[in-house]
């Protein structure tokens, strides 16, 4: 077995023993020896690999959440992207809820803002690909888009609603269809020359 192989595995296993643990108790009260024994690894293991217990959770959180939706074909779109984050709140609710309580509402909104960055700078570039807009611009877009998103997702998932992904992300696409493009189109006309 290789080593990325072999380092990946134990990662793996670090991340499963912690989201088994996080079940039971918040994330401030998980020490990185329950972690590695839960596992049978030592500490340094563990420190080979993440630097603290927050670090880990991070990590986890991208292996299942924002790595399948940057890596998957079936995710064209925002919406797709949208409703696989809110299935994976709700498929994962008790550990998604302990996230929620450990580390508090703004660090997880923070969490799923910071790592869907990438992925809808991804989306605006495609749909602004034809105008000439600045990277500042596009930043202050996504950043909207983003925290939009995770504001969504935090409150969703709080709530003792009835209302299906599908639904959520219907709603915030009826708030905001066809803005980003009239939004891009704005910034272009503002970067142009003739409104300098």
Not at 53 to 66: F, S
Not at 136 to 153: G, I, K, M, Q, R
């Amino acid at each position: 077995m290789s080593h990325n192989a072999k380092s990946e595995l134990t990662k793996n296993a670090l991340a499963d023993s912690l989201k088994k643990l996080m079940i039971s108790k918040p994330i401030n009260k998980i020490s990185i020896r329950e972690i590695t024994e839960s596992c049978g690894f030592q500490r340094l293991t563990f420190y080979y690999h993440f630097d603290d217990v927050y670090d880990l959770l991070q990590w986890t959180m991208r292996r299942e959440l924002i790595i399948p939706i940057k890596e998957s074909g079936a995710f064209s779109t925002w919406q797709e992207s949208g409703i696989y984050l809110l299935r994976y709140l709700k498929n994962n609710k008790a550990l998604s809820l302990s996230i929620l309580n450990s580390i508090g509402r703004e660090t997880l909104k923070n969490l799923i803002s910071n790592d869907t960055y990438e992925l809808c700078m991804y989306f605006l570039r495609n749909i602004g690909g034809d105008l000439d807009i600045s990277d500042e611009d596009y930043h202050t877009l996504c950043n909207f888009y983003c925290v939009s998103l995770a504001a969504l997702a935090t409150n969703w998932l709080e709530s003792s609603t009835s209302e299906t992904p599908e639904e959520a992300i219907a709603k915030l696409e009826t708030i905001i269809e066809g803005t980003a493009r009239h939004a891009l189109e704005r910034f272009a006309k503002k970067d142009s020359p003739s409104h300098s």
